[in-house]
């Protein structure tokens, strides 16, 4: 096995995701800054949700126009486009249009629409074209996909959040009233208010944008030298040279298919463990079980909770918030590193690790109803308890 080779499918599959996840870490930056505000993670959780339109369309041309897509260039075509979004994301995100007499962030919906499309469509696209390299660097790929998620959650712990200070204000009454007060020979009277002020941080969401396009250009570069690149050549199988580069794995029989040789070999002498999905062993009753959890467990960590995070952790702080979408972009890669060399396959288990789950997310959700009043708001123990 080549190192280089591991490396650059490692930088290949760091590109799959780390937009969205780089976006959603600097939303704690980013709400206070645009007209939606506290909604914004809600908008954005339906924009992202609409994006899944790309990984429909490759899958609807490959389920009816088989073997006419050319998924190097899709690959090429959609990775491209994040490096070009990711740096009008940097330099427009802040910008605003009038609809309907109110300040909307049109920019950032339509940016953050094309980016999700790229990292959505990345899922059924890059794993086609890692099949045509031996089974091994699959899991590199998988490595680089989890690090998508971990390396902007590091930059943004790097980065901070903007900490909010309140200082003191005075307002006077309105022109009219002062005017009328000073005809009466009375001198205006003034109101003192607290006004929030707000600290940067190390640095800004331009830079932290610009990280993001550069993650992509990277992930861009890798690909190059994963297609062109004679030692990478080398570890590609013997029928995927004969085939091309034209992505058309349709003529590779079922048996042939890389993914469905074992990724990681057990030790000599140990028995192996196969899971019985896909074999027909399990019950009707055991696959709706299944994929009843999947569906619960995926709208809640990417759609219902982020949603309503801003509600169930800003009235904690910006620290809390902060932390909170840090915390769960790490929390993501690091269980999947885990589960892949401890893993467990349990019916029971799974049962059980989704009902502790949506215990959690109902309290989450149980603060975001709360707010901005919700349990323990001006209590250490409330910001501890809603970031864990």
């Not at 591991?6 to 939303?27: K, R």
């Not at 959690?360 to 250490?380: D, Q």
């Amino acid at each position: 096995m080549s190192l280089l080779t591991h490396v650059l499918a490692c930088l290949f599959g760091m590109g799959s995701w780390v937009t969205i996840c780089g976006l959603w870490v600097e939303l704690p930056l980013i709400v206070p800054q645009v007209p939606e505000g506290w909604y914004l993670p809600s908008y954005l959780s339906v924009i992202i949700q609409v994006a899944n339109i790309g990984p429909l369309f490759i899958t609807l041309m490959h389920r009816f126009q088989p073997g006419k897509l050319n998924e190097t260039t899709v690959i090429y075509f959609i990775v491209s486009f994040g490096v070009l979004a990711s740096l009008f994301l940097a330099l427009f995100w802040k910008q605003t249009v009038v609809v309907h007499g109110a300040d909307h962030s049109i920019p950032l919906f339509l940016l953050t629409f094309f980016i999700s499309t790229v990292d959505c469509t990345s899922s059924v696209t890059f794993l086609p074209f890692m099949m045509r390299l031996r089974p091994e660097y699959l899991i590199t790929y998988y490595v680089g996909e989890g690090l998508s998620g971990l390396v902007p959650a590091l930059v943004a712990l790097i980065q901070g959040v903007g900490v909010m200070h309140c200082v003191n204000a005075t307002q006077s009454l309105n022109h009219n009233d002062t005017a009328w007060l000073q005809g009466r020979n009375e001198s205006p009277e003034f109101t003192d208010y607290l006004l929030p002020h707000y600290l940067p941080a190390n640095f800004s969401a331009e830079a932290f944008f610009f990280f993001l396009a550069a993650m992509m250009s990277v992930c861009l570069l890798a690909f190059l030298l994963l297609n062109y690149l004679p030692v990478v050549a080398q570890e590609r199988p013997v029928r995927c040279l004969h085939q091309g580069n034209d992505g058309n794995l349709g003529a590779m029989t079922n048996r042939e298919r890389p993914e469905q040789k074992p990724m990681i070999s057990s030790p000599h002498g140990a028995p192996m463990h196969r899971s019985r999905f896909g074999t027909g062993t399990y019950s009707w009753a055991q696959v709706v079980y299944i994929f009843t959890l999947l569906a619960w467990v995926n709208a809640l960590s990417n759609s219902v909770l982020p949603s309503i995070q801003s509600y169930s952790c800003l009235p904690y702080g910006n620290h809390a918030y902060h932390w909170s979408t840090t915390m769960a972009a790490i929390a993501n890669p690091l269980s999947c590193f885990i589960a892949m060399f401890y893993p467990q396959r349990s019916l029971v288990l799974m049962g059980l690790l989704t009902a502790y789950g949506s215990v959690i997310g109902i309290y989450i959700m149980g603060m975001a109803v709360l707010s901005p009043c919700p349990l323990l708001v001006n209590n250490i123990s409330g910001v501890a308890l809603i970031v864990s």
